[in-house]
């Protein structure tokens, strides 16, 4: 059978990873898909996993009630979907909806939680992978900020 | 294409042909000469100062087709007083045009090469006469990647020709906005996070930028992360241009001046003036 290590011993959120820690990581990976309009996780909700999109597009919203659905950013092929399992009390801050039928490797939260308390090693090999991924992000949300195409 | 101006400060009569709404506040105009035979031979990249009588002169990029030099056209936004009277104009109407100037796209220097434009807002209009220039000599370029942010989906430029752009198999086109409603199916971000998305040869790419300075200046760094060296990035600035053939100053950069070194610039020549603030 095979397994889902090749994959994300490849993957750039995970390449370099140390063959033990990739281990563990890979005991708390499970191959999930979602149809296009379908939510992958709710504002609110606990964040039970995070995802490393393999094929597809996903929609980060904010709902507001006057205008509805207010898509954010858009990830797909490759990037890495929540961070809000990293921190308490581990509750999504937006929605996710795939616009596009896409495939995923789901992280079990808890199960990577437990592990990264064990192994401190692991724990901040993450922590400084996503730190990476949140200062792309946080630099992205500063220049849409910005607002650099409207008059000024 | 080089065309020789023999009077540069004397505006040409032209006559509106066609005037296509883009945005809410963005229009292009088809502009035909007034003596019907002559063309006006420009390259992808240059300008033209459009004068409305009675109100003032403006510096349009070219956004039409170089090789069909009979048919001009330019794309603007309504932001002051010069362009809202230029969009007020209506077919028929004449305008004065003084140019082509400044610089070009290194449409002959790409050959051979993979080629990456990046536009963000109305950035597309300069960026639109390089696109046709490669369609129509496919066969003498690599990979040719189009990558344009806008505000919003409506804010979007020239949507019907992203649409058949983004239909052929030769080009890969990939459009991103700021922000966006539920509908849109499309990527929302900044331009900047689309170039981790393609595949290129660092080496053998030439790079086209054009939009707001600090978009500009950002994309600048994902590129040259990805490798591809300064001599094969090149940047169109914007400056206050008044004379349009490098008398009046008043769009000196540094020791350049805009309306006649640039608008098109190779990042390399300009690199320790770009982003100064004092500049």
Known sequence: ?152 | MKSIITEPMIPKPFRIHRKLKETHDTYTIELESTNGADGFPFSAGQFNMLYIFGVGEVPISISSDPSMPKMLKHTARSVGTVTKALLNLRRGDILGVRGPFGSHWPVEEAVGNDVVIVAGGIGLAPMRPVLYSFISHRDKYGKIILLYGARTPEDLLYKKELELWRGRFDLEVKVIVDSASGNWRGNVGVVTTLIPRIQFDPLHTVAMICGPEVMMRYTLKELQNCGIKNENIFVSMERNMKCGICLCGHCQFGPKFVCKDGPVFCYDHIKELFGKREI
């Open chain 1, 1 to 152: 059978m095979q397994t889902l290590e090749p994959y994300l011993a490849e993957h750039p959120f995970l390449k370099g990873l140390d063959p033990h820690h990739l281990n563990i990581i890979v005991g708390c990976a499970s191959n999930v898909s979602f149809d296009a309009e379908q939510y992958i996780l709710h504002e609110g909700e606990e964040a039970t996993n995070f995802y490393i999109i393999h094929q597809g597009k996903v929609a980060l919203e904010i709902f507001t009630s006057d205008r509805g659905p207010i898509t954010i950013q858009t990830i797909g092929e490759g990037d890495v979907l929540g961070w809000s399992w990293l921190i308490p009390p581990y509750h999504w801050h937006y929605d996710a909806r795939a616009i596009e039928p896409t495939s995923a490797i789901a992280l079990d939260a808890k199960c990577l939680r437990a592990k990264c308390e064990e192994d401190h090693d692991l724990g901040y090999e993450l922590l400084k992978r996503f730190a990476h991924v949140i200062t792309q992000r946080l630099e992205a949300t500063r220049l849409q900020l910005l607002d650099v195409y409207g008059v000024h």
